[in-house]
């Protein structure tokens, strides 16, 4: 186990829909990630934020909504999905943003598996 | 545009062999890069980080070497064996001020018994 866990681990949901993808990390860590991975594509970083801060949205549409409590909770709250949006969606921390004395190294939970019918 | 290239073609190898893999990228000056190995429906795990000013690190089997001037990491694997066989992502760190690291779409090895 990476310290990251994730939930649900699998979900189904309509277009019209809203559904949330939970994320917390045990290693207390201050910057935490969303990325979406689609088959034979790489990773794609959908939301970063460091100290509950967003510090970068990757141009991500609006029906993505991301949400950080504090530093050890990430949400993802999901509505009016598109088929296309059916993917591998992963969660990460990482100490802190990469500076002077720290790397990103990221830490990742086992993924949502999403599917928008 | 800045781009990091693996080759997408699953590598096969024996038992027991050694594997590389490549990562190739171009109009970065990463200050560092990272290897993952991802599992089928499973998220990446960390393997090794390397450097700019390093050459080469070791882990146990794995060995990674980093050449900024040819821009390009491999990743080997020594003596290899079959629960060696997974996607292994590269993944750099950009100095152009983006908050996050940019990894490539990973290279599937299968190592047959």
């Known amino acids: 186990e990476t310290g990251v866990t994730q939930t649900p681990r699998h979900l189904v949901m309509g277009m019209t829909n809203k559904k949330s993808l939970k994320c917390e990390q045990h290693l207390g860590h201050n910057a935490m990630y969303w990325y979406k991975q689609s088959a034979k594509k790489p990773l794609e970083l959908m939301f970063v934020?460091?100290?509950?801060?967003?510090?970068e949205n990757n141009s991500v549409p609006s029906r993505f909504s991301p949400e950080c409590p504090n530093s050890s909770h990430l949400f993802l709250h999901l509505h009016t999905l598109q088929p296309e949006d059916s993917a591998l969606y992963l969660c990460?921390?990482?100490?802190?943003?990469?500076?002077?004395?720290?790397?990103?190294?990221?830490?990742f939970g086992p993924g949502t598996r999403l599917t928008v019918l | 545009s800045q781009k990091i290239e693996q080759n997408s073609e699953a590598l096969n190898i024996q038992e027991g062999k050694t594997a590389t893999l490549t990562c190739n990228y171009t109009n970065y000056s990463p200050a560092y890069l990272q290897w993952y190995r991802q599992d089928p429906g499973r998220g990446p795990v960390f393997l090794l980080l390397i450097r700019e000013n390093e050459k080469e690190k070791r882990k146990e089997r794995l060995k990674v070497t980093f050449d900024t001037t040819l821009k390009q990491s491999l990743f080997h694997i020594t003596a290899s064996q079959p629960a060696d066989s997974a996607t292994y992502l590269c993944a750099l760190a950009l100095d152009t001020g983006r908050r996050a690291l940019t990894f490539g779409s990973g290279t599937r090895l299968q190592v047959q018994p």
């Open positions: 934020y460091s100290l509950e801060e967003r510090v």
């Open positions: 990460a921390s990482s100490q802190d943003l990469a500076g002077v004395l720290y790397t990103d190294t990221q830490y």
